[in-house]
Structure formats: structure tokens, C-alpha cells
């Protein structure tokens, strides 16, 4: 469960840092884009887990 506290945090701290230039920044945009796909990934994986956790 940590280690997908830690995945979340660092996705939005790359999020973070990209939004602010996604505006004239073609590149940085795409980067927020993929890293939003991938929170979300993990954002499922981080319920299922909890879920589990909440079961025992």
C-alpha cells in the first residue's frame, strides 16, 4: 500500500510540474495527459488494495 502512496504522490507531482507549461507547451501538455492515464491506474489499483486491507 506504500508503495502506491508513493506512485500517487510522484505522478502529481509530475502533474504539477507540467501544468503550469501544458498551456503553450505542446510536449509538456502530452506529459500531463500520460501521467493523468496512469494515476488512474493506479488510483484502481490503490482502491482494490484498500479495499483488501479494509476486508482483513
Known amino acids: ?3 502506491l502512496i508513493d506512485q500517487i504522490n ?3 507531482d509530475a502533474i504539477k510540474a507540467d501544468i503550469d507549461k501544458s498551456e503553450s507547451n505542446k510536449a509538456a ?3 500531463v495527459r500520460k ?3 496512469e494515476l ?3 488510483g ?3 482502491r ?3 479495499i483488501a ?3 482483513k
Do not use: C, D, H, Y
Open 40 to 42: 488512474e491506474k493506479v
Open 53 to 55: 486491507a479494509a476486508k
Open 35 to 37: 501521467a493523468t492515464l
Open 1 to 3: 500500500m506504500k508503495k
Open 10 to 12: 510522484a505522478l502529481v
Open 29 to 31: 501538455a502530452a506529459r
Open 44 to 46: 484502481k489499483e490503490f
Open 48 to 50: 482494490k488494495a484498500s
